[in-house]
């Protein structure tokens, strides 16, 4: 389950309007970058920049010098811009439909009608039509990313093989690591000096970080990561999720430690290990399970989500809606909320520590109350439970969905470097 950032970035939007300098009427906007056949404009950068302010101020995160962070910002931009480009060459296209349903949910999410919604955007200075179109394109790039990553995503029976081994092996355990993540970048076919300067400055980076350095202020600053402005947060992740190069530095690594550089094609990798907790598994069972997730974000509070969930679950239980329509509206896991919440039959430990409970803890037919996960507040129903299949096909099948997530979030950094690399881009003013 990753936590889809679409409704809290319509959300930022927002709130971020309240921030922005006015800017005068004489003010002439410019262009910043060319991208392939499009523009970056300095009033498009200014409004990015204030979205991404206004959601570190709300977590408390420390934030880089202002040049600095406007930098990180542009670079982040011209990427998305590539990948906007791609889908337009090949044809992809966001219906009104999809745009109008994701507006909807976050009027719903902040207790308006849609009309209210407009007008409060109206009032706080945001245009309607761009805020549209800043959602249209996030469902854009998710869906490009997706579509040409997993063509990339490559398994043969040996590796599948191997890994059920592993899983029989280690079956009993089920630890969790919280990481820090920064990636400094080499190009493709980097001459030897640029390799060497990449390799001296993560070197640098991790002693500067081993010095006291914050980890999160560094990320925004350094990383070009995809986290890179979520503070390099990568998530909690068990060791069959964690990317093949992670797995044996994070194994063996303590709370609070630093890894050293750690080589791929996409450049040097540096990682934190914040936390790490596990629990024996002692549950076999599938469970036939879905669920709701709201998401905080720097309007939604946790105490807002969690109340949210609590009327969400209400009005299911007295039959004014059902579970499948309250998911579609309101669930930020984009991935099944347009089919209801369905997970489908998975076992505990296809989730994070704090769903698993609640699904063993929950009836059939019974829906939860909310729930806290690192992802957000969650409520989940059950439909079913049945042995689990343990036989060897089932096995391979799982090994596969595994082997399938970590190879894709491996690929998604190199695609994205690869891109990058060869699309047109010309700076006309860097801040």
Known sequence: MRKVFLSALAALVLLAANSQTAQSAEE????I???ESDVILKSELDRKVATITARL???GTRMPPQDVLRKQVLERMITDRVQLEMGKRAGVRISDAEVNRAVASVAERNNLTLPQFKAQLASDGVDFDLFREDLREEIMISQVRSAQVNRRVRLSDREIESFVENMDKNSGEDIQYHLGHILIPVPENASNERIGAAREKSAELVQALRDGADFAETAIAESAGQEALQGGDFGWRSEQQLPTLFTGTVTGMKTGEVS???????GFHILKLFEKKGEQQVIVEETNVRHILIAPDAITTSKDARTQLALIRDRIARGDSTFEEEARKHSDDRGNANLGGELGWKTPANFVPEFAAAMTETGINEISPPFETQFGW?????????????????KKQQAARILHNRKYDEEVEAWV??????????YVEVE
Do not use: F, M, N, W
């Open 417 to 426: 470097r690869e891109v990058r690399d060869q699309a047109y881009i010309k």
């Open 260 to 266: 050293e550089p750690l080589r791929s094609g996409s």
């Open 28 to 31: 002439i906007d410019r262009v």
């Open 57 to 59: 101020q709300a977590s």
């Open 33 to 35: 970058a060319h991208v």
């Open 378 to 394: 969650h409520i989940l129903e059950v439909l079913g439970r049945r042995a689990a299949d343990q036989t060897e096909e089932a």
